[in-house]
């Protein structure tokens, strides 16, 4: 599974953005798409998962109300949609997909998110 990220960039406090996930390859075998994301100096956290199958999703605490995961199963594409940004979740995204009978994780290239103050 290859997957490529989209969407990252400088924006504001306050602001918005949205990011993309495109899979390609063996997509039919992902179970569940995710979003994590990694500051300068921390470890990588999980900010949002969804299942390919029946659209559970679960968030970060950290962003519930503000963020909003989707995924577009004909597309393969899964996305972020992230309102009312802070500084301090300036990071790199990861988009993330587990695939198969033993939960393989992938992992997308990242895109840069900066949020100013």
């Known amino acids: 599974v290859q997957l490529v990220e989209s969407g990252g960039g400088l924006v504001q406090a306050g602001g918005f953005l949205r990011l993309s996930c495109a899979a390609s390859g063996s997509t039919v075998s992902i179970n569940v798409m995710g979003w994590y994301r990694q500051a300068p100096g921390k470890q990588r956290e999980l900010v949002a998962r969804?299942?390919?199958?029946?659209?559970?999703?679960n968030y970060a605490d950290s962003v519930k109300g503000r963020f909003t995961i989707s995924r577009d199963n004909d597309k393969n594409t899964m996305y972020l949609q992230m309102n009312s940004l802070k500084p301090e979740e300036t990071a790199v995204y990861y988009c993330?997909?587990?695939?198969?009978?033993?939960?393989?994780?992938?992992w997308g290239q990242g895109t840069q998110v900066t949020v100013s103050s």
């Open positions: 993330n997909v587990i695939v198969g009978w033993f939960s393989e994780y992938y």
């Open positions: 969804i299942t390919t199958g029946g659209g559970s999703t």
